[in-house]
């Protein structure tokens, strides 16, 4: 905005996480046959936004069946490499402090280890790291076939649940995610009804 012999520049700036902290402001102009050189004009302290790590959406989000593959999917701010443990839980209702008789998975993102809760709702079952194999309790097996896939801030977990027929009913779908520096708390993102796959069989004529 030029005013007599000044020129005023405004200019928005978004900072970036990395230049947090205190950084000096510098100013410099250039006429046709003269500039003022490099000056420091004052300074600015760059506040770092909050991490922020999520638990976002499953998908399918709700439904029925026996068998299912489903995907689930996080995010931090800081990028996804950061997530540290994941979790996937199916159960009748939330509880903080009992897990028993429920079907709930848990990545560990550092080691890429995956896990099933067993039915004490204490023990975890374990995967042998880069393995395939089936984990199962009373309630549910997870099968084979899983991955964990990151694209930028988002990290997705995809992997196939067959649920026990003991395990019938109507089941809550919640998340839970965390990183160094905070976490998403549980967060309730679905609902599944547990059913019997039905098999149809149909008789020869004679």
Same mark, same amino acid.
């Given at each position: 905005?030029?005013? #007599?012999?000044?020129?005023?520049?405004?200019?928005?700036?978004? !900072?970036?996480?990395?230049?947090?902290?205190?950084?000096?402001?510098?100013? =410099?102009?250039? %006429?046709?046959?003269?500039?003022?050189?490099?000056?420091?004009?004052?300074?600015?302290?760059?506040?770092?936004?909050?991490?922020?790590?999520? =638990?976002?959406?499953?998908?399918?989000?709700?439904?029925?069946? %026996?068998?299912? &593959?489903?995907? !689930? $999917?996080?995010?931090?701010?800081? %990028?996804?490499?950061?997530?540290?443990?994941?979790?996937?839980?199916?159960?009748? @209702? !939330?509880?903080?402090?009992?897990?028993?008789?429920?079907?709930?998975?848990?990545?560990?993102?550092?080691?890429? &280890?995956?896990?099933?809760?067993?039915?004490?709702?204490?023990?975890?079952?374990?995967?042998?790291? #880069?393995?395939?194999?089936?984990? &199962?309790?009373?309630?549910? @097996?997870?099968?084979?076939?899983?991955?964990?896939?990151?694209?930028?801030?988002?990290?997705?977990? $995809? !992997?196939?649940?067959?649920?026990?027929?003991?395990?019938?009913?109507? $089941?809550?779908?919640?998340?839970?995610?965390?990183?160094?520096?905070?976490?998403? #708390?549980?967060? &309730?993102? #679905?609902?599944?009804?547990?059913?019997?796959?039905?098999?149809?069989?149909?008789?020869?004529?004679?």
């Amino acid at each position: 905005i030029p005013a #007599g012999n000044q020129l005023t520049l405004t200019v928005p700036v978004t !900072f970036l996480p990395a230049i947090a902290g205190s950084n000096q402001i510098w100013m =410099a102009a250039a %006429g046709a046959s003269s500039d003022s050189g490099w000056m420091q004009e004052g300074s600015w302290t760059v506040t770092a936004a909050p991490n922020i790590t999520s =638990a976002i959406s499953v998908s399918p989000c709700c439904g029925h069946g %026996g068998t299912q &593959q489903f995907d !689930f $999917r996080y995010a931090d701010t800081s %990028g996804a490499d950061k997530i540290q443990t994941l979790y996937a839980w199916f159960t009748p @209702a !939330f509880s903080g402090t009992n897990r028993a008789g429920t079907c709930m998975v848990y990545y560990d993102a550092t080691h890429d &280890q995956w896990n099933l809760l067993g039915d004490d709702g204490v023990t975890w079952l374990p995967a042998g790291i #880069g393995t395939s194999d089936t984990l &199962q309790n009373a309630q549910c @097996a997870l099968t084979g076939g899983r991955v964990a896939m990151i694209k930028d801030n988002y990290l997705t977990l $995809r !992997f196939t649940l067959k649920f026990k027929a003991s395990f019938d009913g109507a $089941r809550q779908i919640w998340m839970y995610a965390a990183d160094a520096a905070g976490n998403s #708390g549980w967060q &309730q993102r #679905g609902n599944w009804s547990v059913e019997d796959q039905e098999v149809i069989t149909i008789a020869g004529m004679s």
